[in-house]
Every structure is written in C-alpha cells, then in structure tokens.
C-alpha cells in the first residue's frame, strides 16, 4: 500500500471523503435542471449552511472544549458585510466575502482575546453577552436598515454562471461545506491538532508541553467564527435580502444544539446534526398543525422533548451510531525512516543544571513552601520526599511554572526561571509528569505521546489545514514512536490511551516528557500503580537516562524505589526542608527517622 493510501485510510469518516467526489460529479449538472423537486433543494442549502456553522462548533466546543452560543452573529457579519458593499457601493460580492472575512476575524480577535479567558460557566454566558450585543447592533443600526434589513442583494456569478436561485446555489454551498470539514479533519491530525484536544483537560498539561493555550484558543475561535462567517456571505446571496432574524440568540443555541445532537466530537457528527434538526422541525411544522391545529407552537414542545429523549439515549450524539458503518478501521501506522528531530546539548558533568534558593510558596496566611534550597546537577538523580501535606508537590509546581513563587529564586541552566509561564519554562529543557494523570484517554497512545514533541517542530494552523505539514509530521510521529517504544510500551502504540491500566499510563506520561528532548525531568509519583516488575524496568530506564546525562527530580512515596535508585534525597516536613543527603546518610537521620519513617529500618 502507498504512502498516499495509507494517507486516505487515515483521513476518516467515508462522508466526509465523499463530499468532495459528490460534488465534482455534480458539476456538470450545476446550470442544468437537476430532477429534484424544489423543496428537496431548499432543505439541502440550509442544512448546507447550517453545516458549515455546525463544522466551527466541533472544533470549538466539541474539540476545544469552549461551549459558545453566539455563532450566529458571526454570521451576521459575513451577511452584512457583503449586503453593504454590494447594495450600498456596488462593490463584487467577492469583495464582500474578503470584508466579511476580515471583519470576523478582527471581530473574533477582539472578542476572544477577552471571552476565551473565562471559564466555567462564565465562558458561555460571555457568548451569550456578545452575541446578543452584536444582534442588536445589527437592528438598530440605520445604515443596516434597522430592523427591515437590506434587500436587493446581487446573485453569485461564478465563471459565467449566475447562481440565482436556491437550484444554482446548491453545489457552491456544498463545496464550502466539504472545504470545510476538510479542513478541521486536516488540522486535528497534526501537531495543532493534537494540542487543541488536550484544551479539554483545563490547558495546565497542555501549557506543560511547550503549549500556549491562550494563543491556541483565539486562533481556533477565530477559526469557527470565519466558517460561520462564510456561511452568512452564501445566506445573504442565496436569500438575496437580510435582516438581524436569523442572527440572534435562538439561532445560535441552535447551532450548537445541531452539533451536538450530531455528534459534538465527530466532523462528520456537523452534517448529520444540521440535516436531521432541519429536517425534524421541517416535518413537525408541517404535521402537527394538522392534527393540533394551528393556534399555537407545538412543534417547539414536542421538538424540545425528542430532542431531551435524543440526548438521553445518545448523549455522545447519533454520529457514532452512524460511524460503525462509514468509517474504516484505523489501521497501525508505520513511519519511513527520516532525518530525526533536532535536539539539545547535553549539560557537561557536574554541571549545576537546576538551583533552587529560598524559594517560598504562600496561599494567604499559609506558608506551603519555606524558603526551601537544594541543586540538581547533571545526571543526578534527586528524590524529593516527606509525609503528605510536606510541601512536594507544589515544591515541584514551582519548579515547573505552574505555580509562581512567593519569594526566592529558581535557575535552570544559569537562567532565572521563576516568574515564567510553564510553557516558556518547557521550552527550555525541562519536561514533567502529574501526580494525578493527564492524559487524553480518547486518543491514541501514539498521539498523546507526539503530544510531548510540540515545541519541536514549527507547522503551524494553516499549513496543517492545508495539509504542508506532513514532512515534519512524518518525523515528529516517528519520534514518538521511539519513545514508545523506549519506555516498552510498543504493543500499544495505536490502543487508546484511556485502555491502559493505571502503571502503563503513569510510563506513558514519562514517554510524553523524553519526547520533549528534556535537559531535566520531573517526575510526580512515577512509580504509583506499577507492579514490582515494572517498577525495576523503570527505575532501569532512569538509570540509563541519568547515564546518558539527563538529571531527573523525583517525588515519590515508595522508599524502596527512592533509596535504590537516587544519588541524593532532600526531605521535607510542614513545608520545610528538614535533611539532605544521600539514601545511606537518610537512613540514618534521626530527624527523618522520627519525622518521616517513625524509626522503621
């Protein structure tokens, strides 16, 4: 099988690699009548139009994990812009479509530099805010004409056809929706792609591999926004009129609704959701009058509760029902031999690669960390050990950015390193593990693991959309894979990380950390969850690296572990450091002894 096949098998659900063919197929009928009552062609426009908004959902919410409601406005600003220019300035709708482009996208900016900072249940409710700001600015604006809109909008010409009529429009709309999944589907399978999806876990392991989550987030908010932005740019030309209606609050929640019911994780899960909520309320406003009557809206009641029932019995939505019959099996992926990534100068011996010096940790009134010091020098192994509640683990989350320091100072390599974002402090060397595991269970252990390699090669959004990015994407898998295997774990490197029993997902983590090429590694509780057998084959495996001249920080509970494998220990107690020195010289410390290990040998 070819390279370029093996591409194909990856590319995903069957629907969305038949749209293109589709599409291509249907062109030479585009200026013909086609034998498809009107009706049908409306429908198929709208879920068309729908789909494209639906497609910048999934990457937002159902990928990235930011729920938004305002889409729907985006929207409204693709209409706009082009109604203005054509009806006001008698500018080409193609000059319209690059305004409306550019308006959303500086809008996008703006709006996200501030909404994408929030989260919880403030993230929604400021889309909510803004959608609904941007709505009535639309109506109330008279150069918009309020809220009688602006009619008179020219039809689409495109290579000497005119598209004006809903039976013309039909294959362009189809053709953006095709671009469009295409490429979402492009940019979740490469470096961006897998950064975004581990957006969902808060953004703290993201940031810890090299990850700048907040620039991340706007690039892909901007990115829904301008799908939905082309969508209202076709609305507006397919409708050849506009008014603020359809860029309100209850379409946006129906965007979102559409993506959902589809399937919220699943590209394909956009089209399906738009077609049957399109095609659902369609019907229901056709029937129910006649057995109801007419005097009141019970398509929306009866509408509200199938869609509850819907998302009881299939709350991942109805895409994976579907996928069982569209999608191939993913099969194993295997990677040509390539020039390898390029990595770091390792410290000389003995050389101070992190220092430590008084550093202090406060949460109000409570003293965490008290003015703690101690050095890793190169390819030395340090346990950081105490009783629970000593001061460990936020000890190591000031090492590695995620917590700043109260007072003191902390050097990695001659550079002052406190103060930094984790993610700056990633890039300089130092890769970690978690106390508690954070790890995407829904991907491939493959894929979590490339995950540890961001920072090592530079494709960026759009040359992943576009897919340019497949040379470096080549090399950062196969080095992924390499660590796999490093850490014998090369029987699952196509499993999902979520299969792996607890000890398999704790030597993942570390396999995710040396794909980052680390001068320093930081490990929190490696040893938790592994049997004895596993237990030796890692603790053999941070011999070697040490060997190699890696220098390894350590916490961890297992005293066996710890005293047979560091070359020096640092205790703590209450937030302090209490003992320093090696395994034998611990052992014997009465303050540890009596603090720490109650007197047991």
Known sequence: MSAVQRERLRAGPLVACAIPWIVLLTLPLWPAPIAVPEYWITLLDYIGLYSIVAVGLVLLTGIGGMTSFGQAAFVGL???????LTTQYG???WIGLVAGIVVTTLAAALIGAVTMR??????PLGTIAWGLSLFFLFGNLDWLGKYDGINGIPALGVLGWTLDSGRRMYVLIWIVVAVAMLSVRNLLDSRS?????????????AEAMGVDTARLKIAIFIHAAVLASLSGFLYAHLQRAVNPTPFGLNYGIQYLFMAVVGGVSHVGGAVLGAAVLTVLQDWLQSVLPRWLGSNGNYEIIVFGVLMIALLQFARDGLWPMVARFVE?????????????????????DAEAVLVVDAIRKTFGGLVAVNDVSFRVAAGEIVGLIGPNGAGKSTTFNLVSGALAASGGAIHFRGERIDG???RKIAARGIGRTFQHVKIMPRMSVLDNVALGAHRRAGAGIWRSMLRLDRHDEARLLAE??????RVGLGAHLDDEAGSLALGQQRVLEIARALCADP???????PAAGLRFQEKQALARLLRKLSDDGMSILLVEHDMDFVMNLTDHLVVMEFGTRIAEGTPDEIRTNQTVLDAYLGGVE
């Open 519 to 525: 001068v320093l590694l930081l490990l929190d509780e």
């Open 91 to 93: 500018l080409s709708p």
């Open 118 to 123: 929030l989260s919880g249940h403030y993230l």
């Open 480 to 485: 992924a894979a390499r660590q796999v295997e």
């Open 78 to 84: 693709g209409a706009y812009s082009t109604a203005v």
């Open 193 to 205: 792609g897998r950064a975004i999806r581990a957006l969902r876990g808060g953004g703290a392991m």
């Open 420 to 422: 930094r974002p984790a």
């Open 328 to 348: 191939r099996p993913r099969r194993a992926r295997r990677f040509a031999a390539g020039a390898a990534l390029p990595t770091r100068a390792k410290p000389a």
